[in-house]
């Protein structure tokens, strides 16, 4: 069974840019479309980001142009590049695949607050 990891959620001032990684336990992880997503308090999760195994990438319109999301195939991690963060964003990012066949993950905190 895949296990997710997810760090690098911080504090940080509107505007102001943050890298979440998740590490995934095994080598399956590789033949999986693979996303990130966000949950809000009191809100749904959601799919901010996704990548396919080849690299084919997409994003939620209100995402588009502040967030990137990599992966490495041969280290089994998945990364979002996040800048421009505006309080919206605040939220905790988990990774999964598209449509969260593995165990989630404890997340990691995003805030966004001057």
């Known amino acids: 069974q895949v296990q997710l990891v997810e760090s690098g959620g911080d504090l940080v001032q509107p505007g102001g840019s943050l890298r979440l990684s998740c590490a995934a336990s095994g080598g399956i992880f590789n033949t999986y479309v693979m996303g990130w997503y966000c949950q809000a308090p009191g809100k749904q999760r959601e799919l901010v980001a996704h990548i396919s195994p080849g690299g084919r990438k997409d994003y939620v319109d209100s995402v588009k142009g502040r967030f990137a999301i990599s992966r490495d195939n041969d280290k089994y991690t998945l990364s979002l590049q996040m800048s421009n963060l505006n309080a919206e964003d605040t939220a905790v990012y988990y990774c999964?695949?598209?449509?969260?066949?593995?165990?989630w993950g404890p997340g990691t905190q995003v805030t966004v607050s001057s």
């Open positions: 999964n695949t598209l449509y969260g066949s593995f165990p």
